[in-house]
């Protein structure tokens, strides 16, 4: 296998955690081992589509700090930061074990765009990363050191969502 | 089920097909009856990791006009049109039947954007969608009628791609 790229899936619109999902399947299709590590979504509680087939198709699955205030009003800022961190440190475990071909770290932007990582801290650990791995990062608001360091960017921009019309998020289409 | 909305991924950046097959994992696990059509790709001969994942987990998959004048310069544009309008004739007895929850058309805007599919055509096939059918349609350059009749939209918009740095197609990644 070739070197791994980075990429950043980031923007307004709907497609960056389902085109990150897409890769999985794609990557599994060709015997990719694949993580999955959701930042600020519990991925039992909110019981997204993906989780079992993903799991039933050999996909390991984490979830830190899984939950985020506009979410949830009683949590502080603190304690994302502290899941965040754990989320952190679990990556590095993983990049020193290098037993992934494929790892998403879903909605890790919003991490570092709501300060509860600091961009020097996902910066140093990008900087370990085997060099085979693919690394998929989303979520909106992903900084410029980020996007400089990327080898693959797209920017998913909303030109129309139903969220607009009051359309809730529906099931098998949002989670 | 509530009335399934018309989903347009478009734009020059990577992430459209992706975001549509991770689309059809989570409408899956909910249970949704997909089907997944290409047009312009062979799914056989390209070999997609997605493709034998996908009809492990019961998505019917065909394929219409597999090809395109840009990978292959021997096919001629009536041959090519006469394959995307068995395509569309498909979709509509597919319409008909109502068997599905969830179906995507991938690369439908790349027939229209080129000429094979005339915008009536496509038109006149939405208004025979059934209410409660979720629809995708991806490709580059969908059309200004297209993009009013849909719901949802995003543009994936290439910002850093590596076959810019003539990094190619990767095994995993982009098939």
């Given at each position: 296998m070739k070197r791994g790229l980075i990429h950043i899936y980031t923007g307004d619109g709907k497609g960056k955690t389902t085109a990150a999902l897409g890769q999985a399947i794609r990557a599994l299709g060709h015997g990719f081992r694949v993580c999955l590590i959701y930042f600020h979504k519990n991925p039992e509680k909110f019981r997204s589509g993906e989780l079992e087939i993903l799991r039933g198709l050999g996909v390991d699955i984490y979830g830190f700090a899984e939950c985020h205030p506009y979410f949830d009003?009683?949590?502080?800022f603190d304690q994302i930061r502290a899941g965040c961190l754990e989320g952190i440190a679990f990556v590095a475990k993983i990049f020193a074990e290098n037993k992934y071909d494929l790892l998403i770290l879903d909605e890790i932007s919003i991490s570092l765009r709501d300060g509860f990582l600091k961009e020097g801290e996902v910066m140093a650990l990008l900087e370990k990363k085997p060099s085979k791995l693919e690394l998929i990062l989303t979520g909106r608001g992903a900084p410029k050191k980020l996007l400089e360091k990327a080898d693959l960017i797209t920017e998913m921009k909303k030109?129309?969502?139903?969220y607009d019309k009051g359309i809730k998020g529906r099931r098998g289409i949002e989670y």
């Open positions: 009003k009683d949590v502080t030109i129309k969502h139903p």
